[in-house]
């Protein structure tokens, strides 16, 4: 496996994913492994909870705490920024997650936290990704799961 190569800040993240506000929730990739995207490579990234995410509102007034299927997202996201790094043209293509699997939450997150999320990539076919991925807030994991996307090919304005 090729050495550890330093993340990505958010103006590069946002050039990877077609993901913006409210739903980008990759703050910055930390690590990611250098080299083409095959089984075995890892990324690591995180995301910033803030009181003054939206679903906070309702999920769950007096008591909020970060939905899990938006701690999936978030894992998958992560994941994403490793598969479009290793690709020549990022922007031709969506990855849309397409199946989960041993989805686990362990710890609520809460407004406060910082979400340290792992991911692998198990296997790569044509156009199906697999990987496995973690979340963790200050050490303890919060939620870990098998991800599955599908890559598409990224419609163009006006088809």
């Known amino acids: 496996m090729s050495e550890q190569r330093t993340g990505r800040n958010i103006l590069e993240i946002m050039r990877l994913l077609p993901h913006r506000y409210p739903f980008l929730l990759v703050d910055r990739i930390v690590s990611l492994t250098a080299g083409p995207v095959v089984a ?12 003054n995410e939206p679903f906070f509102q309702g999920h769950f007034p007096g008591n909020p705490v970060m939905p899990g299927v938006l701690i999936l997202e978030c894992m998958a996201q992560v994941a994403g920024c490793l598969f479009f ?39 790569v076919r044509s156009n199906i990704v697999r990987m496995k991925a973690e979340a963790r807030v200050d050490g303890a994991l919060c939620a870990e799961g098998e991800l599955m996307s599908s890559l598409v090919r990224r419609p163009t304005a006006g088809s």
């Open 85 to 123: 790094t290793g690709m020549e043209e990022p922007e031709q293509t969506l990855m849309y997650l397409s199946g989960v699997d041993k989805a686990r939450f362990r710890r609520p997150v809460f407004p406060g936290d910082q979400l340290i999320v792992v991911a692998e990539i198990v296997q």
């Open 40 to 51: 075995g490579s890892k990324v690591t990234g995180l995301k910033n909870v803030s009181v």
